[in-house]
């Protein structure tokens, strides 16, 4: 096994093996880049010493030979006294992870070459303070100080001169610095600083192994959800230093805008300057543009190389460069981050650039950024430039919510009842907190990240929230909001919360709708020549979508206005008309007596109620959806729904018998509750149990459809009408509904003398329903799998339930990355899904195949659903571009 490559033997697709960065650096050199010379040393030797605490044998002999190499390439040997190698050690794991990993510059130097570097480059102070700089990321790094102790003597240093910044100290102050932080090391440590380069590089290398097990490191892959076995590979790589004068100078670049995707460089440049001193923001730095004025060869030589880079990662790269006396070196590069904006308009950019192809620029893009584009968002132009920004947290769920502040669930819920908008203050939300959110326009914690309960919660309901904002006090208390910066937010004073950033503001920030939406609403168009950028890009990348996706998209709506919206959304059709939704409200009591009746005859009255109603919904549906498929699903949830609360009635007629004024109606009503009184109603009477159990109710709903239907013919429409029934266990209960709806369909086509073509099938939402799906599809002409019932019964997972509950605990503690009622259990559920596909193909190949669970508009759910071959997804109208979008990455 080699542990140790030379930058000239990697390449980009090693990251695995080199790292990020290790792999990007070879690939550099391999395009005949100027990169400093080095080698990596694999995450393989990390490994192995995590695992074992010992490095691999054969490592300290491959590094010797690859160090070896190096000193005869520079023509300089590690450390050497008169003219030292100098060499740079970083950490470069697979996945970038900001700040976590440690690094060490400057090794080589000692009391002895200290001098060597300084005259080979003739700079007293700069070889002095190199080496103060050493001993300090040495002692902070390796030897495991405090770092505030070489900060203190840095600045005693300081003072002690008058001056203001390390600019001012010139070489005796770094050579006394020097010597201070050796003395420090000493006594904090009870060791010397080691002289020798080797052992100096060694124990760097150890370290930055090391690092990998630090708590931060740890934290952030758990919450990435980075593996935590991947270990990290080190580079180290000759040093070129951008602070040997006005000529040298270090910057950051990006082949495009990586915030708005516009085409062209940005970067920022410091003059004569070392890469911390970019990130510790100690000087300014100034527009990469300016180095054109400052050093026109190397900016041309760096324009150059960043279009070269483009071309060969056919994508936005960000780079790291400094600038040696004039000589260009590159330190780093990758396939730079973007916003979801710039995601769009970069993929269609590298399209018309004839850099990839469509089916790549798909790759480009995902579903959750155009989800994140879709969310109403805060004025960009002024408004939100002129706000009043006071503080910032995580950004856990995405949109833009203006409210009044309040510091208690009950209020929340009081003021929004009196038509108050409230954004809902909490240090960290709980269970009792559900009303609260619910009735807030966003949620703002001070406590608590991704996985904490305010954005669990949050997220599942759609709503904004910022959580974690940690430098805000929440004073539930007093009922106000604390700013570090000594304001006060009032319970009522306005507040602004933005979660797709995480910035909160005091008072009003102006919201704007989403130009996206606008486009898919068909308020904005893509073609007209002052069209939004954006709006362009994403009318492409759709239409590239459309062209190669297989699946076909509908969506979950049940009254007209829904079924417009999806219509203009995209949507290909109806999956799931959940009828219930019609039963409620002024029809409740319809339904009351329909559970009451005591003979034939009041419960044939009842019906005769409901039905021309129903018939209406569906003429309005089907006429929405004309000529397309709309799937009506007859009544699934539990009788209990539409009855008054147990305890409520029961208290009511308590108190009328206490009066003795109890009433008839009343008391048959409370007797009936308790009748229908179930422990656990999501496992009780409900979908086609209440369908057999309750005579009439199925074919009532069926005879609307199909009068529905044929009353569409008539007037000229093209109704495409398919009946679903819910809760299916076993085929027997499907052949008793259907016989009795084919009879009613029979009859409203004789009578209308039309065909209406109807067909029936069934969801597949229990796990028996999956297992004996051979068996169910001989009386079907159609599956669509409920993935929320089928999640709830295979996990047995409350729905309702354990969201607000133990989920949080589960996600902390790593159990699973995402709620599956989000995301589609693959090996569990899904499990069953492919199952009964095969199986229900196997028995009728045309069944046609569906899901309508929320999963049906879930990114990476649409993936799977592709693959184990459905028709169709349905989902709610807001998300039909996201499963358009995915399904077309699926087939790509
Ligand atoms: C399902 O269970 O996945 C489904 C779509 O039905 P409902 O959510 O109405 O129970
Ligand atoms: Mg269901």
């Not at 570090?484 to 910035?503: A, C, L, Q, Y």
């Not at 995209?570 to 339904?591: D, K, N, P, W, Y």
């Not at 299916?728 to 016989?739: A, D, K």
Request: with cysteine.
């Amino acid at each position: 096994q080699k542990f140790v490559y030379d930058f000239t033997e990697g390449n980009k697709d090693l990251k695995d093996l080199l790292g990020g960065k290790g792999a990007n650096l070879a690939e550099m050199t391999n395009l005949g880049l100027p990169v400093p010379p080095g080698f990596t040393i694999t995450t393989e030797a990390c490994k192995v010493y995590l695992d074992s605490g010992e490095e691999p044998p054969a490592l300290r002999d491959e590094v010797s030979a690859h160090l070896d190499a190096l000193e005869r390439k520079m023509g300089k040997r590690l450390g050497q006294a008169d003219d030292p190698l100098l060499v740079s050690v970083r950490s470069g794991a697979k996945f970038s992870m900001p700040g976590m990993m440690d690094t060490v510059l400057n090794i080589g130097l000692s009391d002895e070459s200290v001098h060597g570097l300084a005259a080979q480059s003739g700079d007293e102070r700069f070889a002095w303070d190199s080496y103060r700089r050493l001993i300090q990321m040495f002692g902070d790094t390796v030897l495991g100080m405090d770092g505030e102790v070489f900060s203190e003597a840095l600045d005693q240093a300081k003072s002690l001169k008058g001056a203001s910044s390390d600019i001012e100290l010139d070489a005796a102050d770094m050579q006394m610095l020097a010597e201070k932080f050796k003395h420090l090391v000493l006594k904090e440590t009870g060791r010397d600083f080691p002289q020798d380069p080797r052992e100096q590089m060694d124990l760097a290398v150890k370290a930055v192994f090391d690092s990998w097990n630090g708590d931060r490191a740890k934290l952030y892959r758990r919450q990435e959800r980075i593996p935590q076995d991947l270990g990290t590979a080190v580079n180290v790589c000759s040093m070129v230093f951008g602070n040997l004068g006005p000529d040298s100078g270090t910057g950051v670049a990006f082949t495009r805008d990586p915030a708005t995707g516009q085409q062209g460089v940005y970067g920022d440049y410091l003059q004569n300057a070392q890469g911390e001193d970019v990130v510790a923001g100690i000087r300014n730095t100034v527009q990469l543009a300016e180095l054109e004025q400052l050093d026109k060869p190397s900016y041309d030589q760096l324009m150059q190389i960043m279009e070269t880079l483009e071309t060969h990662y056919r994508d936005l790269c960000d780079i790291e460069f400094t600038i040696e006396r004039g000589k260009l070196w590159m330190l780093q590069t990758r396939v730079g981050k973007r916003t979801a904006a710039a995601a769009f308009r970069i993929a269609t950019q590298l399209v018309d650039q004839g850099l990839i192809d469509e089916a790549e620029a798909l790759q480009r893009v995902n579903g959750n950024q155009l989800a994140q584009l879709m969310f109403p968002r805060f004025d960009s132009d002024g408004g939100v430039r002129d706000a009043d920004e006071i503080g910032w947290g995580i950004a856990a769920s995405p949109g833009a919510a203006v409210g009044k502040a309040v510091f208690d669930s009950y209020t929340a819920i009081k003021w929004s009842r009196s038509g108050e908008k409230v954004i809902l203050i909490r240090r960290e939300t709980n269970p009792d907190d559900l009303d609260g959110m619910l009735a807030a326009e966003g949620i703002l914690t001070s406590r608590g990240g991704k996985t904490s309960h305010a954005a669990v919660v949050a997220r599942g309901m759609g709503k904004t929230c910022v959580c974690g904002a940690e430098e805000l006090e929440v004073d539930t208390k007093r009922r106000c909001l604390k700013t570090p910066g000594g304001k006060v937010i009032e319970e009522g004073d306005v507040v602004s919360i933005d979660g797709s950033t995480g910035r909160v503001y005091a008072g009003e920030v102006p919201v704007v709708p989403s130009p996206v939406v606008e486009y898919f609403e068909g308020r904005m168009h893509a073609g007209a020549d002052d069209a939004d950028e954006l709006v362009k890009a994403v009318h492409r990348i759709m239409a590239y979508a459309d062209r190669v996706r297989r699946l076909r998209v509908r969506a979950n709506a049940d009254n007209a206005e829904d079924a417009a919206r999806a219509r203009r959304f995209g949507a290909q059709g109806i999956g799931l008309c959940r009828t219930e939704h019609m039963f409620l409200g002024e029809r409740r009591s319809l339904v009351e007596r329909l559970i009451l009746a005591d003979t034939e005859e009041e419960r044939e009255e009842a019906l005769e109620g409901l039905l021309p109603l129903q018939e209406g919904d569906f003429i309005e549906l089907f006429e929405s959806m004309d000529g397309l498929p709309v799937t009506v699903r007859l009544l699934d949830p539990p009788l209990h729904e539409f009855l008054p609360d147990i305890t409520e009635l029961s208290v009511r007629v308590a108190l009328a018998e206490s009066r003795k004024d109890a009433n008839e109606n009343d008391l048959r009503l409370l007797q009936a509750v308790h009748r229908l009184h179930e422990q656990n109603p999501m496992l009780g009477l409900r979908g086609v149990r209440l369908g057999l159990v309750v005579p009439g109710l199925f074919t009532m709903q069926v005879r609307a459809i199909a009068e529905a239907a044929a009353e569409r013919k008539s007037a000229g429409g093209d109704p495409r009408a398919e009946i679903m029934i819910p809760l299916v266990g076993t085929v027997q209960e499907l052949e008793i509904v259907r016989e009795e709806a084919e009879a009613v369909i029979a009859e409203v086509e004789e009578r209308h003398s039309v065909e209406l073509n109807l067909t029936l099938g069934t969801m597949i939402e229990l796990p028996r329903a999956a297992l004996t799906a051979y068996q169910i599809a001989e009386c079907a002409d159609f599956f669509s799998f409920g993935t929320n019932d089928l999640t709830q019964t295979v996990w047995a997972f409350s729905r309702d339930d354990v969201e607000a509950s133990f989920f949080t605990a589960y996600l902390e503690k790593g159990i699973f990355g995402v709620s599956p009622f989000e995301t589609i259990d693959k090996d569990g559920v899904g499990e069953l899904v492919r199952h009964a596909v095969e199986k229900g193909r196997a028995t009728r190949p045309d069944l046609k195949l569906g899901v309508c669970g929320e999963h049906g508009g879930d990114p990476e759910s649409v993936h799977f659903f592709h693959e184990v071959g459905l028709d169709y997804v349905s989902c709610s109208p807001f998300r039909i571009p996201v499963a358009r979008l995915e399904a077309g990455r699926a087939a790509a």
